[in-house]
């Protein structure tokens, strides 16, 4: 938790600071990020940071959670609008659909995301990892439990193994279109939201005898 001074700060300020530390270590990363440019575009004393967080980690931590609040705030509203009635693999394809074009629509959050996930450092990788992977499971379990009670989830699926595999599908399709390497198959890479959507409905397509009981 930031200290009592980082919450007597006005809300500009304390905007400043998160917009800086978004930018920079969606650039450069959490641990190899520079405290000097993210005070520097915050218009604080460096120093000032250490009145605010008890050490880098702490800071970490702060930014990640977050970045992470605002993605599933946002993509819980936008999920609330889809429909219910089709098809359990039809419905996650549509989220899949509104999740690609949030992370196009807020590069911020979408370089958060990407710092989160191949952060170099072991023990910054699991603070913030640990942090993002809290807000994923909010809305993943949930979601999960509703379409089983729907009858929509296969009897025989591990409930435990479907969520794992959503913790990874769902990094993957927010930063495959805009970071090398990571997706040599589908052709993600450097696709549009609306050019991703072919892919993407293979993509979840195949995962549907996984999810899905036999029809």
Same mark, same amino acid.
């Given at each position: 938790m +930031?200290?009592?001074?980082? %919450?007597?700060?006005? !809300? =500009? *300020?304390? =905007?400043? !600071?998160? #917009?800086?530390?978004?930018?920079? %270590?969606?650039? #450069?990363? /959490?641990s190899t990020g520079s405290l000097n440019n993210i005070a520097r575009d915050a218009e604080i004393a460096k120093g000032s940071l250490f009145q605010y967080f008890s050490d880098k980690q702490e800071f970490f931590a702060y930014v990640c959670d977050e970045t992470s609040r605002r993605v599933r705030e946002e993509m819980e509203r936008r999920i609330a609008g889809l429909d219910l009635d089709q098809p359990f693999i039809d419905w996650l394809t549509d989220v899949c659909f509104v999740w690609s074009e949030y992370?196009?629509? #807020? +590069?911020?959050?979408?370089?958060?995301t990407a710092a989160t996930n191949?952060?170099?450092?072991n023990s910054v990788r699991a603070v913030v990892r640990d942090t993002a992977v809290q807000h994923y499971?909010?809305? !993943?379990?949930?979601v999960l439990h509703l379409w089983r =009670? *729907?009858?929509?989830i296969r009897a025989d699926a591990d409930d435990d193994v479907l969520v794992s595999l959503l913790l990874l599908i769902?990094? %993957?399709?927010?930063?495959?279109? /805009? /970071? =090398?390497?990571i997706d040599p198959v589908l052709g993600l890479r450097g696709r549009t939201p609306v050019e991703q959507r072919p892919a993407?409905?293979? %993509? !979840?397509?195949?995962?549907?005898?996984?999810?899905e009981p036999p029809r």
């Open positions: +930031p200290t009592s001074t980082w %919450f007597r700060l006005d !809300v =500009d *300020k304390r =905007d400043r !600071v998160l #917009h800086a530390a978004m930018r920079e %270590f969606g650039e #450069h990363g /959490y992370f196009a629509e #807020h +590069p911020l959050e979408r370089g958060v191949f952060e170099i450092d499971l909010q809305v !993943v379990r949930p =009670d *729907k009858g929509e769902l990094p %993957f399709i927010a930063m495959a279109p /805009y /970071y =090398d390497g993407i409905r293979r %993509f !979840v397509a195949g995962l549907g005898p996984i999810f």
